[in-house]
Nanobody, 129 residues
Framework: QAHLVESGGGLVQPGGSLRLSCAAS????????VGWFRQAPGKEREGVSS???????YYADSVKGRFTISRDNAKNTVYLQMNSLKPEDTAVYYC???????????????????????WGQGTEVTVSS
């Protein structure tokens, strides 16, 4: 069964770094826009970053300059390098993939998760001292 698997979350101190991974199983990410959303308790879902099939990247203003998204098609994996983490970055991070959305449309999408082609199970990131 085709699916996405996230990993790399955890507890980190403010100013620290984490790298999240989103690995696809059962299908190829080559033609998909892939990205990350996050949702903190009591808050709405927020688009964090996306990378299109031709490797154009997009970032929310809140993470620009601190986070870097990249894709390795040979490993069928997308990464989110998160540096200079802040307590407000604490959330569950979800990876998603969609073949129809552009990178920017993906980032700002408010569509329900079921409307994405693939949606991961989430990985928790906690930034706290």
């Amino acid at each position: 069964q085709a699916h996405l698997v996230e990993s790399g979350g955890g507890l980190v101190q403010p100013g620290g770094s984490l790298r999240l991974s989103c690995a696809a199983s059962g299908f190829s990410l080559d033609y998909f826009t892939v990205g990350w959303f996050r949702q903190a308790p009591g808050k709405e879902r927020e688009g964090v970053s996306s990378v299109s099939s031709d490797s154009n990247t997009y970032y929310a203003d809140s993470v620009k300059g601190r986070f870097t998204i990249s894709r390795d098609n040979a490993k069928n994996t997308v990464y989110l390098q998160m540096n200079s983490l802040k307590p407000e970055d604490t959330a569950v991070y979800y990876c998603a993939a969609d073949v129809s959305l552009s990178g920017l449309a993906f980032l700002v999408s408010r569509a329900p998760t079921r409307e994405f082609d693939y949606w991961g199970q989430g990985t928790e990131v906690t930034v706290s001292s």
